[in-house]
């Protein structure tokens, strides 16, 4: 994920031609929660999305070569892609997890490069289903899952009922390797292709972005050496 | 353990005393000793299975070491010019004559592209062999060069040389392209054709038969720690067989120089010798911009005795972007100089700071290249596999071109393979093919005829004249001549051996870098996107790893922390006791190979890293 970032001449983006663009490091860990529950028999079937251009069906290709058995690709592109954002995904992840009849929607807690942490908690909003979202350890019990969250204050547990959201932080797990062997039979598996529309999903943005800049440079600070030199320094620039 | 014959007595003295002297008592007149050294206790630098072998160690016990097992007709190693060359020719041929081949490429950067660095003006004659309809194919070969200039600077002026037509820097009909671009582009045709491309796997290990040819590779393992225990998430690579692997690394590849050695590849040649390229891009004022216009200097800051230059392109690609680079040869004497210093301190010169005042440095990169030409060239096949591309080394040296050899070479391997490769009977002596077919159709290419002609260019360097004398001698046999003299030049021998000690030559003084036009190392490192999962055994191998600190450090002052463009080496102060210690930041190499090269010690040895690490070049 280290590139360097670069915003576009007309500041109305950051340059992402060219740039190598790779699965979510959180949704790393999600997918590999969903096949690591998979092979403890708690859920039968991983099926992987993503909306995107056509490029996002190599990152699902890395998905089915983690263990899911199936992909779904979403194809956003253009203009539409550009302008989507957390409340368009959550509304095609709602209606493709009540077309699957899905019992869980796993996600990461966040993009990293919007670091939004909006798209489970609206996907389970729009669902009406319970959320256990930042989760560090999940169990399954039943028609019941355990969460534990991670919160400021520490470590809260909760029991949810399934279907659920789940969003997975950090420590959930370390995600295992898409090796080649695995790379090559995941070209077999499907992937199944279709548009918002297909499932009765606007994609018009509510949000518009304005213009984006980079960070201001971080000025250089200046040591002083008495207090009233400070005071001076302070009076000078109008801060008092 | 090291041939005594590349050695200079000094070095021969220090190998061999250093054997003997296992305490504090060195006798003094030999070389400048730390007494504290061979007494303090190192930590352990290096923790590579290939220096460590696996078998033997306790912490691998029981762990499945068994490999998945494909195969495939072609395996191509190296996913550059060459390899995507090579990869698209035999799928062209395939689909001519309605046979059916499986080519599979795999490429240790994790996307095609990301590895690749060059200036690049790139002369098209191989592309228009490969594609001819490349313009409408989309191609990204945007800007045709329009202005070519050649200056000799000193360190305020600049004397112009006229680019007389004939003269080989001559750039009339060659575009100006971004390599990286070209080389992503070069993969979506061969992904069109059907090549299964697997960017983000490094071949790691070739395979033999039982009779000694070569059967394939395996990709890298994963999941090793630092320390070179296994992780959990531990996974053996795979392996690919094939009836032919091609071998296209560029610029001296690991696994190449590995099959020197098993079949004495190189008995015949000169050992190759190489230079090592920086670059950047910049956007700049727009008043300034000249698209179309190359500019390549010769002189200051380098001494007459230190080959090297530099190249300033202005690209055509909508915003105003130039590349620009500084390359310096590998065999220079002196220990202190540092080719990347060198290049931050030439973009000051007033020609060159007037083009880049006000604009914007958005990338940076480095790596090695070939120097050797013609009596560098090695023999090229071996059962089972042939070496293509930068990797045995066409590149024309005063052209400063390869990338058109690199393709046709990639293309003339193809047109020789498929013939074998697709008989009913292959009719061989060996398990993997071996194919001599290739080295006789390179030779009645207009590769060699190229090669052929410009060999003596850069060993005339060679000489108490240095620059002057090269270019003289140019000038003479080249451009008048044509290169039809009965003599060829030697080279001065290995790389690794041209270094000095370092009380024999006076340390440069660089200015600090001012942050607009000239940038310290570690920014610089940061824009080429490398990185490397952390918790592996760095892949910079050291064979011993007491040798930097009594070798390096003590005779040549530790030329690694100069001449890696991209901070790896640093020999730091132990945290107890007195001396130092060499520090090997793995995870900041950019896979430029200078180390391997230029070690004087030959201590160093450059292994691939887990796939996908490495830096992420965005059109170099």
């Given at each position: 994920?280290?590139?360097?970032?670069?915003?576009?001449p007309?500041?109305?983006?950051?340059?992402?031609?060219?740039?190598?663009?790779?699965?979510?490091?959180?949704?790393?860990?999600?997918?590999?929660?969903?096949?690591?529950?998979?092979?403890?028999k708690?859920?039968?079937?991983?099926?992987?999305?993503?909306?995107?251009?056509?490029?996002?069906t190599?990152?699902?290709?890395?998905?089915?070569?983690?263990?899911c058995?199936?992909?779904?690709h979403?194809?956003?592109?253009?203009?539409?892609?550009?302008?989507?954002?957390?409340l368009?995904?959550?509304?095609?992840?709602?209606?493709?997890?009540?077309?699957e009849?899905?019992s869980?929607?796993?996600?990461?807690?966040?993009?990293?490069?919007?670091?939004c942490?909006?798209?489970?908690?609206?996907?389970?909003?729009?669902?009406d289903?319970?959320?256990?979202?930042f989760?560090?350890e999940?169990?399954?019990?039943?028609?019941?899952?355990?969460?534990?969250?991670?919160?400021?204050?520490?470590?809260?547990?909760?029991?949810i009922s399934?279907?659920?959201?789940?969003?997975?932080?950090?420590?959930?797990?370390?995600?295992?390797?898409a090796?080649?062997?695995n790379?090559?039979?995941?070209?077999?598996?499907k992937?199944?292709n279709?548009?918002?529309?297909?499932?009765?999903?606007?994609?018009?943005s509510?949000?518009?972005?304005?213009?984006?800049?980079?960070?201001?440079?971080?000025?250089?600070?200046?040591?002083?050496?008495?207090?009233?030199?400070?005071?001076?320094?302070?009076?000078?620039?109008?801060?008092? | 353990?090291?041939?005594?014959?590349?050695?200079?007595?000094?070095?021969?003295?220090?190998?061999?005393?250093l054997?003997?002297?296992?305490?504090?008592?060195?006798?003094?007149?030999?070389?400048?000793w730390?007494?504290?050294c061979s007494?303090a206790?190192?930590?352990?630098?290096?923790?590579?299975?290939?220096?460590?072998?696996r078998?033997k160690?306790?912490?691998?016990?029981?762990?499945?070491?068994?490999?998945f097992?494909?195969?495939?007709?072609v395996?191509?190693?190296?996913?550059?010019?060459?390899?995507?060359?090579?990869?698209?020719?035999?799928?062209?041929?395939?689909?001519?004559?309605?046979?059916e081949l499986?080519?599979?490429?795999?490429?240790k950067a994790?996307?095609?592209?990301?590895?690749t660095?060059?200036?690049?003006?790139?002369?098209?004659?191989?592309l228009?062999?490969?594609?001819?309809?490349w313009?409408?194919?989309?191609?990204?070969?945007?800007?045709?060069?329009?202005?070519?200039?050649?200056?000799?600077?000193?360190?305020?002026?600049?004397?112009?040389?006229?680019?007389?037509?004939?003269l080989?820097?001559?750039?009339?009909?060659?575009?100006?392209?971004?390599?990286?671009?070209f080389?992503?582009?070069?993969?979506?045709q061969?992904?069109?054709?059907g090549?299964?491309?697997y960017?983000?796997?490094?071949?790691?290990?070739?395979?033999?038969?039982?009779d000694?040819?070569?059967?394939?590779?395996?990709?890298?393992?994963?999941?090793i720690?630092?320390?070179?225990?296994?992780?959990?998430?531990?996974?053996?690579?795979?392996?690919l067989?094939a009836?032919?692997?091609?071998?296209?690394?560029?610029?001296?590849?690991?696994?190449?120089?590995?099959?020197?050695?098993?079949?004495?590849?190189?008995?015949?040649?000169?050992?190759?010798?190489?230079?090592?390229?920086?670059?950047?891009?910049?956007?700049?004022?727009?008043?300034?911009?000249?698209?179309?216009?190359?500019?390549?200097?010769?002189?200051?800051?380098?001494?007459r005795?230190?080959?090297?230059?530099?190249?300033?392109?202005?690209?055509?690609?909508?915003?105003?972007?130039?590349?620009l680079?500084?390359?310096?040869?590998?065999?220079?004497?002196?220990?202190?100089?540092?080719?990347?210093?060198?290049?931050?301190?030439w973009?000051?010169?007033?020609?060159v700071?007037?083009?880049?005042?006000?604009?914007?440095?958005?990338?940076?990169?480095?790596?090695?290249?070939?120097?050797?030409g013609?009596?560098?060239?090695?023999?090229?096949?071996?059962?089972?596999?042939?070496?293509?591309?930068c990797?045995?080394?066409?590149?024309?040296?005063?052209?400063?071109?390869?990338?058109?050899?690199a393709?046709k070479?990639?293309?003339?391997?193809?047109e020789?393979?498929f013939?074998?490769?697709?008989?009913?009977?292959?009719?061989?002596?060996?398990?993997?093919?071996?194919?001599?077919?290739?080295?006789?159709?390179?030779?009645?290419?207009?590769?060699w005829k190229?090669?052929?002609?410009?060999?003596?260019?850069?060993?005339?360097f060679?000489?108490y004249?240095?620059?002057?004398?090269?270019?003289?001698?140019?000038?003479?046999f080249?451009?008048?001549?044509r290169?039809?003299?009965?003599?060829?030049?030697k080279?001065?021998?290995?790389?690794?051996?041209?270094?000095?000690?370092?009380?024999?030559?006076t340390?440069?003084?660089?200015?600090?870098?001012?942050?607009?036009?000239?940038?310290?190392?570690?920014?610089?490192?940061?824009?080429?996107?490398?990185n490397?999962?952390?918790?592996?055994p760095?892949?910079l191998?050291l064979?011993?790893?007491?040798?930097?600190?009594a070798?390096?450090l003590?005779?040549?002052?530790?030329?690694?922390?100069?001449?890696?463009?991209?901070g790896?080496?640093?020999?730091v102060?132990?945290?107890?006791?007195?001396?130092?210690?060499?520090?090997?930041?793995?995870?900041n190499?950019?896979?430029?190979?200078?180390?391997?090269?230029?070690?004087?010690?030959?201590?160093?040895?450059?292994?691939?890293?887990?796939?996908?690490?490495?830096?992420?070049?965005?059109?170099?």
């Amino acid at each position: 994920y280290i590139v360097t970032i670069r915003v576009k001449p007309d500041h109305s983006g950051v340059v992402t031609d060219g740039v190598k663009h790779s699965m979510n490091p959180f949704c790393e860990i999600a997918v590999e929660e969903a096949v690591k529950l998979k092979e403890k028999k708690f859920i039968k079937e991983v099926v992987a999305v993503s909306c995107g251009p056509t490029q996002v069906t190599e990152t699902i290709r890395t998905a089915l070569a983690m263990g899911c058995d199936r992909g779904i690709h979403v194809e956003v592109s253009g203009k539409d892609y550009e302008a989507m954002g957390p409340l368009q995904i959550a509304k095609i992840f709602a209606a493709l997890a009540k077309k699957e009849e899905a019992s869980l929607v796993i996600l990461g807690k966040q993009a990293i490069d919007d670091d939004c942490n909006q798209t489970g908690q609206m996907t389970a909003a729009l669902l009406d289903w319970p959320q256990g979202t930042f989760a560090s350890e999940v169990t399954i019990d039943g028609e019941k899952v355990k969460v534990v969250r991670e919160i400021d204050g520490g470590l809260e547990t909760i029991k949810i009922s399934m279907p659920a959201v789940l969003t997975a932080d950090l420590r959930l797990n370390t995600p295992r390797y898409a090796t080649l062997p695995n790379i090559m039979k995941a070209k077999k598996k499907k992937i199944a292709n279709m548009k918002p529309a297909d499932l009765g999903v606007d994609m018009v943005s509510r949000v518009e972005v304005l213009r984006v800049d980079e960070p201001p440079t971080r000025l250089a600070g200046v040591k002083v050496e008495t207090v009233d030199d400070l005071v001076a320094k302070l009076k000078a620039n109008g801060t008092i | 353990m090291f041939p005594a014959s590349r050695y200079s007595i000094q070095a021969q003295r220090c190998i061999r005393a250093l054997k003997t002297v296992q305490a504090e008592h060195a006798p003094p007149q030999h070389y400048t000793w730390r007494r504290n050294c061979s007494s303090a206790v190192m930590p352990r630098i290096t923790s590579h299975y290939t220096i460590f072998p696996r078998d033997k160690d306790p912490r691998w016990e029981g762990v499945e070491m068994e490999r998945f097992a494909d195969e495939a007709d072609v395996v191509i190693v190296g996913g550059g010019p060459a390899g995507l060359s090579a990869a698209i020719r035999l799928k062209q041929l395939a689909k001519e004559q309605e046979k059916e081949l499986r080519v599979c490429l795999v490429e240790k950067a994790s996307q095609i592209g990301a590895h690749t660095l060059s200036g690049a003006c790139l002369e098209p004659s191989a592309l228009n062999e490969l594609f001819p309809d490349w313009k409408e194919r989309g191609a990204p070969l945007n800007t045709p060069v329009t202005e070519d200039l050649f200056s000799i600077l000193t360190e305020k002026y600049r004397i112009p040389v006229p680019m007389l037509p004939g003269l080989p820097m001559n750039n009339h009909g060659n575009y100006i392209v971004r390599l990286g671009h070209f080389v992503h582009w070069l993969g979506e045709q061969a992904e069109e054709l059907g090549v299964e491309i697997y960017p983000g796997y490094a071949a790691a290990e070739v395979l033999f038969h039982e009779d000694g040819s070569v059967k394939g590779i395996a990709t890298n393992d994963v999941g090793i720690a630092k320390d070179g225990s296994p992780k959990d998430v531990f996974e053996r690579g795979m392996e690919l067989h094939a009836k032919v692997t091609l071998f296209g690394e560029g610029c001296h590849g690991h696994l190449a120089k590995q099959l020197y050695r098993q079949f004495n590849l190189r008995e015949n040649c000169e050992p190759q010798t190489y230079a090592i390229g920086l670059k950047e891009l910049w956007v700049i004022d727009e008043k300034k911009w000249r698209p179309g216009r190359v500019e390549h200097s010769v002189g200051w800051p380098l001494n007459r005795n230190t080959y090297g230059g530099s190249f300033l392109y202005h690209l055509n690609e909508g915003e105003p972007l130039v590349a620009l680079g500084f390359v310096v040869g590998l065999d220079y004497t002196n220990p202190y100089l540092s080719p990347f210093r060198e290049f931050q301190r030439w973009k000051h010169h007033p020609f060159v700071a007037k083009t880049l005042e006000g604009g914007d440095r958005i990338a940076y990169g480095a790596r090695a290249l070939n120097e050797g030409g013609y009596q560098c060239l090695p023999k090229v096949t071996f059962p089972g596999g042939m070496l293509i591309g930068c990797s045995p080394g066409f590149m024309n040296v005063p052209k400063i071109k390869g990338t058109h050899t690199a393709m046709k070479s990639g293309m003339l391997a193809a047109e020789a393979i498929f013939p074998k490769v697709t008989a009913e009977d292959p009719a061989s002596e060996t398990a993997g093919l071996h194919i001599p077919e290739y080295e006789d159709n390179l030779k009645k290419s207009w590769i060699w005829k190229e090669l052929y002609a410009v060999r003596n260019i850069r060993p005339s360097f060679h000489n108490y004249f240095g620059l002057y004398g090269g270019m003289v001698y140019t000038g003479v046999f080249y451009w008048i001549l044509r290169g039809k003299e009965p003599w060829t030049l030697k080279h001065a021998g290995l790389d690794s051996a041209q270094l000095k000690p370092a009380k024999e030559c006076t340390p440069i003084e660089y200015p600090k870098p001012d942050g607009k036009l000239s940038f310290d190392l570690l920014s610089s490192v940061a824009l080429s996107g490398t990185n490397h999962e952390g918790d592996q055994p760095p892949h910079l191998t050291l064979k011993d790893d007491s040798i930097p600190v009594a070798n390096n450090l003590a005779i040549y002052d530790g030329p690694e922390q100069r001449f890696c463009p991209a901070g790896v080496y640093e020999y730091v102060p132990l945290e107890t006791g007195e001396g130092m210690r060499l520090q090997i930041n793995a995870q900041n190499c950019v896979h430029c190979k200078t180390c391997d090269i230029k070690d004087p010690s030959q201590n160093i040895n450059w292994v691939v890293p887990e796939g996908s690490g490495g830096p992420a070049y965005n059109g170099l």
